[in-house]
């Protein structure tokens, strides 16, 4: 099997992005002295209501919202996957594909 580097990076992040599909969550009849509570914490932590109200039921479930833990888990993801040339498999240049990722 003969994979190039571009239909490799193209299967990494086809895998990534249906693992780790973010789903969407719309709260109604919210009280309104939580809703400036959360708006006021947001403010003074210079953050968007969104990311305040993530953070907030992260801490509230004891969980974490980490970018150091989900690039840990896409590095893992990443090197689970091998790129093959010829009949040898090669390494994947890690370091390369997150730069070219962040570029994006």
């Given at each position: 099997?003969?994979y190039?580097q ?5 299967q ?15 709260v ?16 003074a ?43 040898k ?16």
């Amino acid at each position: 099997m003969h994979y190039s580097q571009e239909r490799f990076k193209e299967q990494i992040e086809n895998t990534f992005l249906e693992r780790n599909a973010m789903p969407s969550l719309q709260v109604r009849e919210l009280p309104v002295n939580i809703y400036h509570r959360l708006q006021k914490r947001a403010k003074a932590e210079h953050r968007s209501l969104a990311q305040e109200a993530i953070i907030t039921l992260a801490r509230g479930m004891e969980t974490t919202v980490s970018h150091k833990d989900r690039r840990r888990k896409l590095l893992r993801t990443i090197a689970e996957q091998t790129c093959f040339v010829g009949e040898k498999m090669a390494p994947v240049d890690l370091v390369q594909l997150i730069r070219e990722d962040r570029e994006r």
